[in-house]
């Protein structure tokens, strides 16, 4: 596709299961985010991948979250036990080369919005 | 030392009128911003970006003033219209580092 694109676009949940939620990064982008958006928090990093690199998970707020990057393309973030606190939505992007200032521009998806009741 | 500190959280100008976000950063090693715009139920697409050699960049209606003694930089959307109604971020990074945002600004442009 020509975007970003990330599933579910909505999902609700009970407290206490587990959720994955998909990025579809744009062709040939190296660099994928996650970052999280809740009401007046604006953008939360959460995980960065980089081609074959190990992900920089410093962004992560527990245990109970984690993302993996499958053949550099298409990643999944997986929450366990969601909680309540979780509720948000969770954007994914990607960049043509590695983060910082040299490369610039984020694409990002659409997003998951995500509720747990 | 990573935090952008955003300002206001929420704006509302006339149709015409000019509208100016501010933003605040502390990390000195910062030389990237960048503003982004978000419609609701999208997501975040850049809009305007400087790096500190220059203190001003202007790309049509909207310009970015930096003033890297303060360790500031605002954004200036001139003859707003409604079609801008948006929430804006601005953010910062370094050479090898992840984009910190700010908390976002929602800006209403009535008509």
């Known amino acids: 596709g020509a975007g970003v694109s990330q599933s579910p676009s909505n999902k609700v949940t009970e407290k206490g299961k587990d959720v994955e939620l998909r990025c579809d990064p744009i062709?040939?982008?190296?660099?994928l985010y996650w970052y999280r958006q809740s009401l007046g928090q604006g953008l939360e990093f959460l995980i960065y991948?980089?081609?074959?690199?190990?992900?920089?998970k410093s962004g992560l707020p527990s245990d109970r979250f984690s993302a993996e990057r499958t053949g550099g393309s298409v990643s999944t973030l997986t929450i366990q036990r969601t909680q309540q606190e979780d509720s948000a939505v969770y954007l994914c992007?990607?960049?043509?080369?590695?983060?910082?200032?040299?490369?610039?521009?984020?694409?990002f998806g659409e997003g998951s919005r995500l509720t747990v009741l | 030392q990573q935090q952008v500190k955003q300002s206001p959280q929420s704006l509302i100008v006339q149709k015409g009128g000019i509208s100016i976000i501010n933003c605040a950063y502390e990390?000195?090693?910062?030389?990237?911003f960048p503003w982004y715009q978000q419609f609701p139920g999208k997501g975040p697409a850049l809009l305007i970006a400087?790096?500190?050699?220059?203190s001003e960049k202007k790309e049509g209606r909207f310009t970015i003033s930096f003033n890297k003694s303060a360790k500031q930089f605002s954004l200036h959307i001139m003859d707003s219209q409604p079609g801008d109604s948006a929430t804006y971020f601005c953010?910062?990074?370094?050479?090898?580092?992840?984009?910190?945002f700010g908390k976002g600004t929602m800006l209403l442009v009535s008509p």
């Open positions: 992007a990607s960049s043509l080369g590695p983060r910082g200032a040299n490369t610039g521009e984020l694409f």
């Open positions: 062709s040939g982008h190296t660099a």
């Open positions: 991948f980089q081609g074959n690199s190990a992900p920089d």
């Open positions: 990390n000195t090693a910062f030389d990237y």
């Open positions: 400087i790096r500190p050699d220059v």
């Open positions: 953010a910062a990074s370094w050479r090898y580092s992840t984009l910190t």
